[in-house]
């Protein structure tokens, strides 16, 4: 059984930064992918970026040049950082272990000024 608790998300005005934690239980982290997914009100959830365990990574174009997902294995966490954020990216992100049905419970970020 993996459990995946997300924390940092909060209130931010248009432009600011966020950094987003996920950390993981149990001893798989390290050889799985993991990626961030959001889910605005009323839109389905989607995909935001995904890192291999090697360090591989791929965003949506939405995010691209203003995200970045990173890991650390050794703490079982992986992190986005969110920079130059924008009011449509306000939405609930999630944590996920690719490939499998373990998502975290969510973390609110919202953005406006």
């Known amino acids: 059984q993996v459990q995946l608790v997300e924390s940092g998300g909060g209130l931010v005005q248009p432009g600011g930064s966020l950094r987003l934690s996920c950390a993981a239980s149990?001893?798989?982290?390290?050889?799985?992918?993991m990626a961030w997914y959001r889910q605005a009100p009323g839109k389905q959830r989607a995909f935001v970026a995904i890192?291999?365990?090697?360090?591989?990574?791929n965003y949506a174009d939405s995010v691209k040049g203003r995200f970045t997902i990173s890991r650390d294995n050794a703490k079982n966490t992986v992190y986005l950082q969110m920079n130059n954020l924008k009011p449509e990216d306000t939405a609930v992100y999630y944590c996920?272990?690719?490939?499998?049905?373990?998502w975290g419970q969510g973390t609110q970020v919202t953005v406006s000024s």
């Open positions: 149990g001893s798989i982290f390290s050889i799985y992918a």
């Open positions: 890192i291999s365990p090697a360090g591989g990574t």
């Open positions: 996920h272990v690719h490939s499998s049905n373990y």
